[in-house]
């Protein structure tokens, strides 16, 4: 039988594949802590700026997921304590120490999903891959970007 050749696959292709194993890796492990991808991506935005406006939040995780799967994400996670208004004027939002907790918690299973998925990739590979990936974002993003 002869080996069948594999076809060759743009970079559009890896990329979407590469966000399609990491968002179903993230959601398998952090299923434990209650999370999806997009609720962690939200506590680690938190945790990293201290407080944000809901808005905000928004445009900056919008790669992740439309306005209404982020801002139901940001209400799940209002609801269940771990997420709070820090100014009601400004409507920005923090975490609850309770939100805090569990984002350390589930950065340490980040931190092994992001261990497995360099695994076999040199630094200076991976810096060269985002980089490639930036300018790419760059050329095609125009003023949008």
């Given at each position: 039988m002869a080996e069948q050749k594999k076809p060759h696959l743009p970079i559009g292709y890896w990329i979407k594949k590469a966000d399609e194993?990491?968002?179903a890796r993230i959601n398998e492990a952090q299923e434990a802590n209650g999370l999806t991808r997009t609720q962690w991506q939200v506590l680690n935005f938190l945790q990293e700026t201290s407080s944000a406006a809901r808005d905000h939040i928004l445009e900056v995780l919008h790669p992740f997921g439309d306005?209404?799967?982020i801002g139901s994400a940001i209400d799940s996670l209002t609801q269940r304590g771990l997420v709070e208004t820090d100014?009601?004027?400004t409507g920005t939002l923090r975490l609850t120490a309770q939100g805090q907790a569990l984002h350390a918690t589930a950065l340490a299973v980040q931190k092994q999903i992001r261990l497995q998925a360099v695994q076999g990739?040199?630094?200076?590979?991976?810096?060269?891959?985002?980089?490639?990936l930036q300018q790419i974002v760059t050329n095609l993003a125009g003023k949008d970007g």
């Open positions: 194993v990491l968002t306005a209404d799967r100014d009601p004027e990739i040199t630094e200076a590979d991976y810096v060269t891959t985002v980089r490639v």
